[in-house]
């Protein structure tokens, strides 16, 4: 059983997962790391990720290709990735930074996800370098939030436990624990599948993208690689807006995919309380889909929900809450009638205020 979350906590995670934050960007940097001896035609990716940022009306990324002379290749990526940071102690308003590599992934010897130049070739430990710097040790700088996109295998070994913050630092992976290989062009990679659910809802006038949700949609339409997502620090998603004209407000479309999970509470839950959480999710708009499943009494309380998985993959490594099953539709028992659930509404509205405009 997983260790179990306080009410309290319970009720924060939840409402930062499905509410957001108030976030307004007003800088944006994105660096495109991969190997000049790459044998992925890891290029390719290159070319998708400007065409990601592009989309977002976001400023062209940086690229760094790592030299096949390069003696010290993490030292150059600490250094470029320093860079990039630097001013962010000093910026005014807040700034997002992504990251994107493709190229070969593997399992360090200390567990952690380290980047490989080819079989044989030279490799850097990715947790050390890049991860750390924008993780829980960063002290006193609160004003940017992270994304890391990693097309290669192994990914998800990035994914680790969440940790509370104010900050966000959220990673999509090419793949899963499941199937750790991942795809490389031609075959449609991870880096193609984004640029290609971004192109579609800007061609259908969203008005903006959250990253949680573009992951959740190509994990439902994806038979054979499903990528990975996570939140290593924060409880909210990465949310950008589409310039030019938009109709189609994200908040009021049903999930493609849906998990249900279990969250372990402290103590047990008054009748009250229980009651007090429906009313709560009955204001929930369309896009979060959280249903009560089930209450148990335990040692603690033991909660059975169901979400769209966005809101769920922003929750999983916290403690309390476990996956039960990832599903493409609502509790049969429903039609039925003998199973009391809360339906969700369309009242609350996203607070995450995307990137400004210049």
């Not at 089930?294 to 966005?310: E, H, K, N, R």
Request: aromatic share 8%; net charge neutral; with cysteine.
């Amino acid at each position: 059983m997983e260790r179990p979350i306080e009410f309290s906590a319970f009720e924060n995670t939840l409402r930062a997962a499905v509410r957001q934050r108030a976030i307004r960007y007003t800088e944006a940097h994105s660096l495109s790391l991969r190997w000049e001896a790459d044998d992925t035609n890891a290029i390719h990716d290159a070319i998708h990720f400007q065409s990601i940022l592009r989309l977002f009306n976001l400023p062209a990324a940086e690229e760094l290709v790592l030299s096949s002379n390069d003696r010290f290749p993490a030292w150059t990526v600490q250094r470029k990735f320093s860079d990039l940071l630097s001013g962010i102690r000093t910026a005014q308003g807040r700034t997002l930074i992504i990251v994107h590599y493709a190229g070969h992934g593997s399992p360090g010897p200390d567990g952690s996800l380290w980047f490989i130049e080819r079989q044989g070739g030279r490799k850097i430990n990715a947790e050390r370098y890049l991860f750390s710097v924008v993780g829980p040790e960063v002290e006193n700088v609160d004003n940017f939030d992270a994304l890391f996109i990693l097309d290669c295998c192994y990914g998800f070994i990035a994914c680790r436990a969440a940790d509370s913050s104010p900050r966000i630092v959220e990673i999509v992976a090419a793949t899963t624990e499941d199937n750790p290989q991942a795809f490389a062009p031609p075959r449609v990679t991870v880096t193609a599948k984004l640029v290609a659910e971004i192109t579609r809802r800007q061609r259908d006038r969203h008005q903006y993208a959250e990253i949680a949700d573009i992951v959740a949609t190509l994990r439902a339409n994806s038979a054979i690689k499903k990528p990975g997502h996570c939140l290593k620090l924060g409880a909210a998603s990465i949310c950008l807006p589409f310039t030019g004209l938009s109709g189609i407000d994200p908040k009021t479309i049903q999930p493609s995919l849906r998990a249900v999970f279990s969250v372990h509470i402290t103590d047990n839950m008054t009748q009250e309380k229980v009651n007090q959480f429906l009313h709560w999710v009955r204001t929930l708009p369309e896009f979060a889909s959280i249903t009560l499943d089930g209450v148990y009494p335990t040692s603690s309380s033991c909660l059975i929900l169901s979400a769209a998985w966005s809101v769920w993959s922003k929750l999983q490594g916290m403690a309390g809450y476990q996956l039960i099953a990832e599903a493409r539709g609502l509790n049969t028992l429903r039609s039925s009638g003998s199973q009391p659930v809360a339906e969700p509404g369309a009242q609350v509205l996203k607070e995450n205020i995307p990137l400004s405009r210049k």
